[in-house]
């Protein structure tokens, strides 16, 4: 489907496209946190993205909160590539996506 044809407010309404792993020794860091601003749990796969999760939650402007919202496909030199969001936020200032990356230091 296409991404102008999905309100918003179904992807707030989805269950995450996929949930996090855990098994013993893992090197990330992955839960549930419980959200204020959701009034349940919400995923988390790393310690930068509970971070922001954090920070989500006790920012006023912020309403909703929904972890691997959607995937992304595109076509790129004739392969296909998919990428799974880490977060949308329904904002005073529209939906945002939220891609938590670490910078390599």
């Known amino acids: ?35 204020a601003t959701e009034g349940g749990h919400v995923i988390y796969e790393s310690r930068l993205e509970l971070a922001n999760l954090v920070l989500a939650d006790f920012d006023p402007t912020v309403h909703h909160i929904a972890a691997q919202p959607f995937r992304l496909s595109a076509t790129v030199d004739n392969q296909e590539r998919r990428h799974i969001p880490d977060y949308l936020w329904d904002s005073d200032d529209g939906p945002v996506v939220v891609d938590v990356v670490r910078t390599e230091g």
């Open 1 to 35: 489907m296409a991404a102008a044809e999905v309100s918003p407010a179904a992807l707030f309404r989805a269950t995450p496209w996929r949930t996090f792993r855990w098994y013993l020794g893992q090197r990330h860091y992955s839960g549930t946190y419980w959200s």
